[in-house]
Structures are given as structure tokens and as C-alpha cells.
């Protein structure tokens, strides 16, 4: 059975499964989405992963925690779904948020002029004299190969006009303020990080150097900023597959993200991403290995880009 109680989600994977599709936090453990997971991006309180065998079949059982945001409380709907029942289709289905335009719904704002911007909302329910709608909203995560569903409610006070928005996370809060909130160039610090530091050459595994250095990282961004928004971008140069170089990109990117919390930022203040070599910062030709290696160093990096919560 797959679960959505009382913002606790229980992820039920068939055999034949791969992982992929599962984040936590936007790493590779995060529940979303719409291609295996199936499961859609309910706040939990506690994170809980445990793998069941049987003769037939593995089933991995995933109880995915993350932190609710200001929404705690508000009656977003669960899910519960017989694991019988699974099949190709998802739990819940979101809209894009590049289309919906979320940044135009704010307090003051009438019902209809509500659903003129955004449409019919998933569900509306009236309580203790308040007006609740939700919505689902996907983001595209892991390079684009997912999309994590995040639940978005407007509130309706006594009056019919909006008193106040909540995402159900933090988590999907910060997505949007990095993909959506428009913030001026000049509010963005952007730390740029060797990865030629950060790990060894086609790796995804820190260096004692590198955990060092984001050692340092973590301790200025807490010094500097009240609620930070940041986001990790891994880079890769051109030697290698694309495939390859996109996925190593996504798994570097997360492993500062697990070692910046480890030094005490907040998981649901970053999100990781991974760009491949889609973004160098130098061109080279030779035909030596080593010595494009060498010249190629520049493009292996990893971007923290942060701004303070609007």
C-alpha cells in the first residue's frame, strides 16, 4: 500500500523498479514524481528507508521526511492508494510552474480573479470559515529526467479575497524562489568551487580537502544570511558521454548539498542541480588527454548561487 497520512508518505516500489524517480530534499533520495516513484511531494515529519524481501519480489519501502514549511497545520488532502493498484499513472499530476505564474497571486486578490490566473484548483475546502484551494505544481528536477509534485494552497479569507499562500514544503518553496522569484543580479552571490578540489577526477565522492573547503563555505554563508535560498549547480567538462557527464554533474552537485547540511545549513534551503558540460567556461583543442584535462579544469566546477528569502 502507498500511504499519504497526516503529511507522512509511504512509497511502495514494485520489483523491477530502479531507483530513479526518488529524491528526498531534491537528491537522489527525494519522493516526487512522474516517472517510477509515483508518489507525490506531501510534507513528513521524519524520513525512514527500509527494504523488504520476499520470495518473489524486493519491495523498498520509503517513509520520505521533510520539513513543513509555514503550511503545517493547513488541510492539504493525503493519499492512500493499494499497492494493488499502482500502475502506470501517477498519484497526482501537477501543472508547470513556468505556466501558471504563481508570482501574480497575492493577498487582496478576489476568487474569480484567482482562477482567471490559475484555473480550477485541484480540490476547495471550507474551513473554520476559510476558504482553502490547492493546487499541484511540478518542477523539473534531476537534469529534467523527473519532476517533483509539490502541493500550493491560496486562502480565502471570510471576505472572498486571498489572506495568504503556503507551500505544503519548505523544500518546494525553495525551488520556486530559485526558478521563479525574480531577484536582482547584484542580491546574488555566486561561490564558484573547484571540482577538481571537490573530488577526484570522475568522481562523486568528496576529498578530505573538499569537505574542508565547504567546511569554510557553510560557515560564511551561516555568517552572512538570515534565510538563505541556495542552489547547487554541478558542471562537468566535455571528455566522457553526455549521459554520463549529466548524471556525474547531478551526483556532485547533491554531495555538497549532503556535506553543506552535514556543517549545519538547512537541506531544505538548497537545491541541487547538475547542468553536465553544458555550460563551459573555456574551449580547448588538443589532442593529448592530459593536457586537455588540464586546459578543461576551469569547466569542472561547482556554482553556489545565494540570495536571501524573499
Not at 493546487?135 to 472572498?160: I, K, R, W
Request: hydrophobic share 35%; net charge negative; with cysteine.
Amino acid at each position: 500500500m502507498v500511504v499519504e497520512k497526516n503529511g507522512q508518505v509511504l512509497a511502495v516500489a514494485r520489483a523491477g523498479m530502479t531507483g530513479e524517480g526518488f529524491y528526498v530534499d531534491g537528491s537522489h533520495d527525494m519522493n516526487c514524481c512522474r516517472r517510477q516513484a509515483k508518489v507525490n511531494s506531501g510534507g513528513t515529519k521524519e524520513m525512514r528507508a527500509v527494504g523488504l524481501k520476499s520470495i518473489a519480489m524486493l519491495i523498498g519501502v520509503f517513509a520520505l521526511s521533510l520539513q513543513t514549511a509555514i503550511a503545517a497545520g493547513l488541510p492539504f488532502p493525503d493519499l492512500e492508494v493499494e499497492l494493488a493498484e499502482l500502475d502506470s499513472d501517477h498519484l497526482r499530476l501537477g501543472r508547470d510552474h513556468a505556466t501558471l505564474g504563481l508570482e501574480r497571486v497575492g493577498p487582496g486578490l478576489s476568487r474569480q480573479e484567482v482562477e482567471e490566473w490559475l484555473g480550477s484548483p485541484v480540490s476547495r475546502d471550507p474551513q473554520e470559515g476559510l476558504m482553502h484551494w490547492q493546487y499541484n505544481v511540478h518542477f523539473p528536477v534531476a537534469g529534467g529526467t523527473s519532476e517533483l509534485v509539490c502541493q500550493y494552497m491560496v486562502v480565502f479569507g471570510a471576505d472572498e479575497v486571498v489572506s495568504s499562500t503556503h507551500w505544503r514544503r519548505r523544500f518546494c518553496e525553495t525551488l520556486y524562489q530559485s526558478r521563479v522569484v525574480d531577484i536582482p543580479s547584484e542580491d546574488v552571490e555566486v561561490v564558484t568551487l573547484s571540482a577538481d578540489v571537490l573530488f577526484g577526477f570522475g568522481e562523486a565522492e568528496l576529498t578530505r580537502e573538499g569537505q574542508e573547503e565547504l567546511r569554510r563555505v557553510a560557515e560564511q554563508l551561516k555568517a552572512k544570511y538570515e534565510d538563505a535560498v541556495i542552489t547547487l549547480v554541478g558542471h562537468t567538462d566535455r571528455i566522457g558521454s553526455d549521459e554520463f557527464n549529466l548524471k556525474l554533474s547531478q551526483r556532485r552537485a547533491e554531495a555538497v548539498r549532503r556535506q553543506l547540511t552535514g556543517y549545519g545549513l538547512p537541506s531544505d534551503s538548497m537545491v541541487a542541480e547538475g547542468r553536465g558540460e553544458t555550460e563551459p567556461v573555456v574551449s580547448c583543442r588538443t589532442d593529448d588527454l592530459e593536457d586537455l584535462k588540464e586546459c578543461l579544469k576551469p569547466n569542472r566546477r561547482v556554482e553556489i548561487e545565494v540570495f536571501e528569502r524573499q
